[in-house]
T-cell receptor
Framework: DTEVTQTPKHLVMGMTNKKSLKCEQHMGHRAMYWYKQKAKKPPELMFVYSYEKLSINESVPSRFSPECPNSSLLNLHLHALQPEDSALYLC?????????????FGQGTRLTVV | QQQVKQSPQSLIVQKGGISIINCAYENTAFDYFPWYQQFPGKGPALLIAIRPDVSEKKEGRFTISFNKSAKQFSLHIMDSQPGDSATYFCAARFGNYQLIWGAGTKLIIKP
C-alpha cells in the first residue's frame, strides 16, 4: 500500500468557520508534510512532522494549525481563513525526514474559502 | 541562487514524438533532483529522480539527462502518449527537507 489518503476531497468554508483536513498513511513513514498548491504553481511547503513532532513551520499564519495524533495521521485545522487561502492542500509522507527517500503525495483537498 | 528554472512553460507534442523539458539551477549544494508528474485534481507523483554523480538515468520511456558542469538537467519522454499529458515539475533538494520546485511544464500530447 503506497497510498496517502486525504479527506475530504473538496471543502467549501466560510471565513468564520472552523474545519479540519485529514491525512492518513499506512506505509510506516515517519515524516509527514503539508503543502499548499495554487493553480498553475508548484507546491509550497507549509509544515514538516518528523516522528510525530513538528519540525518545520514555514512561517505559516496561525489560522492554519497542524496536528499529528499518531504516526499514521496528520490533521490540518483551519480557522478564520481568507479567500486567498483557497488552494489545493496536499499531504505527503516519506520514510524518513530526509527527502532522499521518495515522498508520496495524497490527492489533495480542494479548499474554497467564501 | 535557490531557484530552479524550468522551461518551457507549456509544450505540445505529437503522439509518438519526444517530449523534452529542461531545468537549470545555480546552487551546487543541491544533491537530489526528482521529477514529479501531476494530473489535474491529483497530487504530484514521483516519476524519476537522479543524483548529481550520475549523468543519465532511464526508466522505461522516461530519461533524465544531467549535466553537472552546466548545472542543467532535463526530462525526455520517448514515444510520448496522450496519457502522458500532465504537468511536470522538476525539483532540487536543498538541506534536509527543502525541495526547490521548478515552475512546471504543462505537456499536451496530441493524438
Amino acid at each position: 500500500d503506497t497510498e496517502v489518503t486525504q479527506t475530504p476531497k473538496h471543502l467549501v468554508m466560510g471565513m468564520t468557520n472552523k474545519k479540519s483536513l485529514k491525512c492518513e498513511q499506512h506505509m510506516g513513514h515517519r515524516a509527514m508534510y503539508w503543502y499548499k498548491q495554487k493553480a498553475k504553481k508548484p507546491p509550497e511547503l507549509m509544515f514538516v512532522y518528523s516522528y510525530e513532532k513538528l519540525s518545520i513551520n514555514e512561517s505559516v499564519p496561525s489560522r492554519f494549525s497542524p496536528e499529528c495524533p499518531n504516526s499514521s495521521l496528520l490533521n490540518l485545522h483551519l480557522h478564520a481563513l481568507q479567500p486567498e487561502d483557497s488552494a489545493l492542500y496536499l499531504c505527503a509522507s516519506s520514510q524518513a525526514y530526509l527527502l532522499n527517500t521518495e515522498a508520496f503525495f495524497g490527492q489533495g483537498t480542494r479548499l474554497t474559502v467564501v | 541562487q535557490q531557484q530552479v528554472k524550468q522551461s518551457p512553460q507549456s509544450l505540445i507534442v505529437q503522439k509518438g514524438g519526444i517530449s523534452i523539458i529542461n531545468c537549470a539551477y545555480e546552487n551546487t549544494a543541491f544533491d537530489y533532483f526528482p521529477w514529479y508528474q501531476q494530473f489535474p485534481g491529483k497530487g504530484p507523483a514521483l516519476l524519476i529522480a537522479i543524483r548529481p554523480d550520475v549523468s543519465e538515468k532511464k526508466e522505461g520511456r522516461f530519461t533524465i539527462s544531467f549535466n553537472k558542469s552546466a548545472k542543467q538537467f532535463s526530462l525526455h519522454i520517448m514515444d510520448s502518449q496522450p496519457g502522458d499529458s500532465a504537468t511536470y515539475f522538476c525539483a532540487a533538494r536543498f538541506g534536509n527537507y527543502q525541495l526547490i520546485w521548478g515552475a512546471g511544464t504543462k505537456l499536451i500530447i496530441k493524438p
